[in-house]
């Protein structure tokens, strides 16, 4: 199999300058390179770059996919929208990692996988996935929790250890975190079982009532000072630090945001995962043999109205099987094939099995030289 490796850088908050597009250029003249992006795909050779020192410098976002089996998303995002101790929380392991550098905090999920990788193309992963950065940047901490839960299906944490707290919504995912479960192999078993005590969207998420409420508290002062600089956009960032502003705020003062679930260890996550997908495919089978079972009833009611439609035509039935043998077509051998079970199956019914034994025994020794028929007439069961 040939190599295949892919790398992809995005920037987010600002744009590459000339002079950061002209080094950037330095290291690829085969690149495709834009004011907020780097792109390139490799069959021989390597990445002659740092994706960690050009994810300090200027994107804030990569992608690698290697067909091998690797997987590799880096998010960064500004420290004050991504609280330290939280993200160390939940990065504990290789696939999911934090630093911080330059008040930039730099979150790296990986996932591999031993029996190999099949032949993916990169492009359209990351597009698919940078909107896990926003939800991230307002406080939304499922893609952490995602990344835990592959560390613990991976076998990087002990049985003994607790998981970090169980954020809202695990069984109402974005687009994004769908595409972060499949990209990152997470096991959907393990998924399922994991947010059964994740709280709904709907009752984390504020009303326009109490978001008013909240900003009218503001002084005049800052309020408009708030106001100036939103419109000036000169600060990105700011919408979101004022949403995980409220969000904080919300959970300090509202007596009806429910109650934090009971952590569970990674051993009980793991048993109920194993018992879930058990019961999963226990079921599953089951509706496969219903199914089946179904499609055999109604092939038999469909194949007994056939015979009844052509019984009583065998003589003509038994000069069409010879007609089509004499053409010698792979299709006529087919069709030929088709009557003689038909055939067969109206003998059985009519107490005639010698009789139809007596002239396919007949048939087979006239065209045994034929064995393009005579292995299609024993895949039906016809002769032996």
Known sequence: MSEYQYYEFRTIDRPLTEE????????????????????????????????????GKYFDAFLYLANW?????????????????????????????????????????????????????????????????????????????????????????????????????LSQLSPALDSFIEFLRID????????????????????????????SGFPSGEKDELLARLIEAEDAALPTELLQRFAKQRCLTIANVPAEPERRTVGALRSAAEEYAAERR??????????????????????????????????ELWCRVESLIAAKQTASYDNAVELLVDLRDLAERSGKTDQFRIRIEALRATHTRRPALMERMRKADLVT
Not at 135 to 153: I, K, M, P, S
Not at 190 to 208: C, E, G, I, K, N
């Open 282 to 315: 226990r079921l599953a089978a089951k509706k496969a043999a219903e199914e089946k079972a179904r499609r055999e009833r109604e092939a038999a009611v469909a194949h007994a109205k056939h015979l009844e439609e052509i019984a009583g035509r065998e003589p």
């Open 188 to 215: 959907t078993d393990l998924l399922y079982v994991a947010a059964q005590v994740s709280r709904s969207m709907d009752l984390v998420r504020p009303t326009h009532e109490e978001v008013l409420r909240w900003v």
């Open 20 to 55: 950061e597009m002209r080094k950037l250029r330095s290291y690829s003249t085969r690149a495709h390179i834009t004011s907020t992006s780097f792109t390139n795909d490799y069959s021989y050779g390597d990445f002659r770059g740092s994706e960690d020192e050009w994810m």
């Open 69 to 169: 089996g690797t997987h590799v998303l880096k998010l960064r995002l500004p420290s004050r929208l991504l609280d330290v101790e939280t993200a160390r929380l939940y990065c504990l392991g290789k696939s999911a990692s934090f630093r911080e550098r330059n008040g930039k905090g730099i979150l790296s999920f990986v996932s591999d996988t031993e029996e190999g990788g099949e032949w993916v193309e990169g492009e359209g992963w990351l597009e698919a996935l940078i909107p896990a950065r926003a939800e991230l940047a307002r406080g939304d901490l499922r893609c952490l929790y995602l990344a835990w839960l592959r560390g613990a299906q991976n076998g990087e944490l002990a049985d003994e250890d607790i998981e970090p707290m169980v954020p809202a919504g």
